[in-house]
């Protein structure tokens, strides 16, 4: 199983960005996608995740400003990120929980992109 990540770069503050993730190889099933930061010297953190029926989550930091679309027929996930501040600029990784077959659940990661907000 792979989660390939992209749509990080440069942007403004104030800008926009869009990141994909799409997850591929021997899936049975996605249950919940989701997208994690982490900027230098901080933790890891949640930024925002959907379910498979759509429910969704979001850090407080970002609601209002971001979104978090998923396409379950092409496994993918994205992350509209708007209004983008220096704050968000961080590695920022894609999750999925999910089942290969009729196993227990594993959970997968992308390799990460990288956001820069910077004028």
């Known amino acids: 199983v792979q989660l390939q990540a992209s749509g990080g770069g440069l942007v403004q503050p104030g800008g926009s960005l869009r990141l994909s993730c799409a997850a591929s190889g021997s899936i049975f099933s996605i249950n919940t996608m989701g997208w994690y930061r982490q900027a230098p010297g901080k933790q890891r953190e949640l930024v925002a995740s959907i379910t498979s029926g759509g429910s969704t989550n979001y850090a407080d930091s970002v609601k209002g400003r971001f979104t978090i679309p998923r396409d379950n027929a092409k496994n993918t996930v994205y992350l509209q990120m708007n209004s983008l501040k220096p704050e968000d600029a961080a590695v920022y990784y894609c999750?999925?929980?999910?089942?290969?077959?009729?196993?227990?659940?594993?959970?997968?990661w992308g390799q990460g992109t990288l956001v820069t907000v910077s004028s």
């Open positions: 999750h999925a929980n999910l089942h290969t077959g009729l196993d227990p659940a594993l959970n997968a």
